[in-house]
């Protein structure tokens, strides 16, 4: 019987270590002079530009858009984050930062906002756009703030880039389509299905009658009677 050695080491076998994966953010190209681009890299993102339709960051299925407060006032103003707002409907998984409330106060005196519409504003944002929001001391805390998102461990859904609408059901379809006369907004559109039930009949309706539902508003649709 062969004489086995207890003192002699044995060959260890070890699996090869599987390699780190970095935590993955795009990042729309017109954030690339961004601190929050350059801080990602710092705390071990991969990051990777690309021309967003949507958002300034795409993180796992959730798109973000990043505002700085004075960017987050200005873009209140001249109605591009209505826009911007509007265009987020279609995703499902969303978010708004608004960041730098260590560097610069979101009600002053120099905005030329009223204090209330700015809370106006956030709780619509809320409310009405269903978009949470967070707020974020600097650049360096935005960053973090993704890095924790990019890490959770959650099954990962591919989107992508120039995210597809997601799909309506009839409904929506239907107030999507009142909607897209000028003055006409959900609450007018929902009032004008649940009293005339069809678009056909809304469009085949007297002026007067839709007068009764929405008032003044109705004026639009005598467009339906004019010529090209």
């Not at 599987?18 to 002079?33: G, S, Y």
């Not at 993102?45 to 993180?59: A, Q, S």
């Not at 959730?62 to 103003?77: G, H, N, Q, W």
Request: charged letters at 30%.
């Amino acid at each position: 019987m062969p004489f086995h050695n207890i003192f002699s080491k044995q060959t260890e076998h070890h699996q090869p270590a599987k390699p780190l994966v970095k935590p993955k953010v795009i990042i729309d190209h017109r954030e690339k002079n961004s601190l929050v681009a350059s801080e990602l890299v710092h705390l071990g993102c991969e990051i990777e530009f690309k021309n967003l339709n949507i958002g300034d960051y795409i993180v796992k299925n959730v798109i973000i858009e990043r505002k700085t407060i004075s960017d987050f006032l200005s873009s209140m103003m001249n109605k591009r984050l209505v826009n911007q707002l509007n265009n987020l409907q279609q995703i499902e998984n969303k978010l708004l930062i608004i960041e730098g409330f260590d560097e610069q106060e979101l009600y002053h005196s120099e905005s030329g906002i009223n204090e209330n519409a700015i809370r106006g504003f956030l709780l619509s944002i809320s409310l009405k756009y269903k978009v949470p929001i967070i707020f974020t001391k600097d650049y360096s805390d935005t960053a973090k703030f993704i890095l924790v998102l990019a890490k959770k461990p959650e099954k990962e859904n591919e989107i992508g880039i120039n995210e597809k609408k997601k799909a309506r059901n009839y409904k929506e379809q239907m107030q999507y389509i009142l909607e897209g006369f000028p003055g006409i907004g959900p609450k007018n559109a929902k009032k004008l299905l649940k009293e005339f039930k069809t678009i056909k009949n809304i469009i085949n309706a007297k002026i007067e009658d839709i007068q009764k539902v929405i008032g003044k508003k109705s004026e639009i649709f005598k467009i339906i009677e004019k010529e090209f």
